[in-house]
């Protein structure tokens, strides 16, 4: 009997653990679908299937446990190819990308929403309040420990008492980071 418990003990744990192995990746659909049953803030990872820095951050930043965690319980993880074909309804509005070629090898034409979103460059890391507001899109590479300061900057509402380059300059110096 005790052997089956261990068991049983040791199968949980380890379905528990392997849930934090990766991030909870979901469309931008599911994640406004998700905020109308519990409000939570929106990280999205914009990208492009050519992007030699989107690669990156999938091999480097978001396969680290604590930006896993971090991400996984407070935010909806949004994976968006910002050259794709998905449609998506934001804000009562369909967005698309109507001159997207299926047989482009390589860049593509920019999708509508990266473009309502600002997204200048790949990747951008893009920010959505608890109603799907945008914050802000952040542009480039990031580690670990610097994605962490804008992960928890945004999370704590933090970014809306900087209000000049000067705060954020010195809340970036001030931050003490634990990934």
Request: charged residues 25%; contains cysteine; aromatic residues 14%.
């Amino acid at each position: 009997m005790h052997k089956i418990t261990f068991l049983l003990v040791l199968l949980l744990t380890g379905g528990i653990l392997q849930a934090q192995d990766e991030i909870n990746w979901m469309s931008m659909n599911e994640a406004l679908e998700a905020q109308k049953e519990e409000p939570r803030k929106i990280f999205m990872d914009a990208y492009t299937t050519w992007c030699g820095p989107c690669k990156m951050l999938d091999k480097n930043t978001f396969t680290d446990k604590n930006v896993i965690e971090y991400i996984n319980e407070n935010y909806y993880a949004v994976k968006f190819n910002a050259e794709g074909d998905e449609k998506v309804m934001y804000k009562d509005k369909e967005f698309k990308n109507p001159d997207f070629d299926p047989d482009k090898k390589g860049r593509n034409s920019t999708h509508q929403l990266a473009m309502a979103m600002q997204v200048t460059g790949y990747p951008s890391l893009v920010f959505f309040d608890e109603e799907s507001n945008l914050i802000a899109p952040i542009a480039g590479y990031r580690t670990p420990s610097q994605l962490e300061m804008y992960l928890k900057m945004f999370v704590n509402d933090d970014y809306k008492e900087l209000t000049s380059k000067e705060a954020f300059q010195e809340y970036q110096e001030s931050f003490e980071g634990s990934f």
